[in-house]
């Protein structure tokens, strides 16, 4: 399968023998859906056929089922507004007989089919515990139970293959160990199921064979041991593996810059420690003292003239500037 200058698909082929689980693993963008829609008519191969059983399959939909294979989706496709029943009713349109004529005039031959094809889409959801929400709509549903009424709508075409695209995604440990449940007990009905998943617990404890797929190509298959021994399966998910001690060539490589640059560097310049300041022991001027003997005598004599007063003013700071110095 190509799209333009990009081949999603490869010569990939599986044999899964009735009452087989195989698994379908791989990296993101590795083909796995695009392999599921090539197989039930969804995308046209440019190169190559489907064949089933010995029969080369035309890429339509409702051919693909009539011939015995069925799906889910990776992202639910229910039809929300119809009720849990109906919703299983509708995968039984390629086992009925009735057409277009006999729908509109609603004859016996009619009515005798909708009650075969209820019980068995009563049957189902037994089967699938959903048998207490036949007449609750789809979209009321809990996402577990939603998982559940697809597979019982692909359950009701009565397929040899039932292709599951990811049924365990977004569930809980809880739901996630129904569905694996669920899967056993539709292998136990002789149904071959081929099964992609990323939950790589899950697979390895559900799955007879598991197949790898990488680039569009089958790079192994075999059981679970071997797939997990395998060194291309690990180097796809993780890259190629570190020969030696990781990082060993460019810690030596750093150690050796570092050491190139401490010898070539000029020695740093040591600058003389400043002298430590010396205290001054010199002796402290005495507080001036302003002599106002003088003043005092002379002060009630003058105290009319104000002439006189600025003078012994003046005489008196004069006095006290010289004691200072």
């Known amino acids: 399968m190509r799209f333009g200058g990009l081949t999603a ?8 023998n009735s009452g087989e689980i195989v698994g379908l693993i791989g990296p993101n963008g590795a083909g796995k859906t695009t392999f599921f829609n090539c197989l039930t008519g ?6 190559g056929t489907v064949a089933f059983k010995g029969k080369v399959i035309p890429p339509k939909p409702h051919l693909v089922t009539q011939a015995g294979i069925a799906r889910t989706f990776q992202n639910i496709r229910l039809f929300a507004n119809m009720t849990v029943l109906e919703n299983v009713l509708v995968g039984r349109h390629t086992r009925t007989k009735e057409g277009l004529w006999s729908a509109l005039l609603r004859g016996p031959g009619f009515r005798k ?13 037994e089967f ?14 809990p996402y577990g139970e939603q998982r559940k009424l697809e597979i019982a709508r692909a359950l009701a075409s ?24 669920l899967v056993f007990a539709i292998r136990d009905k002789g149904i071959a199921v081929l099964v992609i998943e990323h939950d790589m617990r899950f697979i390895f404890n559900l799955c007879d064979r598991v197949a790898v797929l990488v680039q569009g190509e089958k790079l192994v298959e075999g059981t679970s041991d071997v797939v997990q021994a395998d060194d291309r399966v690990v180097a796809a998910y993780l890259g190629e593996p570190f020969e030696g001690e990781p990082g060993q060539e460019e810690a030596a490589e ?50 009319g003239a104000g002439g ?4 012994d003013g003046a005489e008196s700071t004069s006095t006290t500037k010289g004691e200072a110095q």
């Open 9 to 16: 698909v490869r010569s990939v082929d599986f044999t899964v």
């Open 254 to 303: 750093v150690e050796a810059a570092e050491a190139a640059a401490d010898a070539t560097a000029p020695a740093p310049k040591t600058d003389a420690a400043p002298e430590p300041a010396q205290a001054d022991t010199s002796p402290e001027p005495e507080p001036a003292q302003a002599d106002t003997t003088g003043a005092d005598d002379t002060a009630p004599a003058d105290s």
């Open 128 to 141: 699938v515990g959903l048998a207490a929400k036949r007449d609750h709509l789809a979209r009321n549903l």
């Open 42 to 47: 969804l995308y046209v191969p440019t190169e």
């Open 308 to 311: 006189d007063t600025g003078s």
């Open 158 to 181: 009565e397929p040899g293959l039932l292709l599951l695209d990811e049924p365990t995604a977004g569930m809980n440990p809880q739901e996630t160990r129904t569905t694996e449940e």
């Open 113 to 125: 089919a909708e009650k075969e094809s209820e019980a068995k889409a009563m049957e189902l959801l």
